[in-house]
């Protein structure tokens, strides 16, 4: 969840207000004045799984990276 909201938010401020944030940068901030961007929760996501990946690498050495998307392949189809 922290990794959609943060790449959905900063893929707005990337992809379409740059200009203004790069003025006003505490604006970034400012979760509840609007501004997600799909494209850049997708980033978040995947990120966020990839570090998810090397954390558990320790506990359970056969979680890769194409397991955790054959994991969540199904739920995503259903959310969409």
Request: hydrophobic share 55%.
């Amino acid at each position: 969840i922290i990794g959609t909201v943060i790449g959905a938010r900063l893929g707005h401020v990337f992809f379409y207000g740059w200009p203004y944030y790069r003025v006003h940068p505490l604006e970034i901030f400012k979760l509840w004045e609007g501004g997600l961007a799909s494209h850049g929760a997708a980033i978040g996501i995947l990120l966020a799984m990839g570090v998810f990946v090397i954390w558990s690498r320790r506990k359970a050495p056969w979680v890769t990276f194409l397991t955790t998307l054959d994991l969540l392949m199904i739920p995503t189809a259903c959310a969409g």
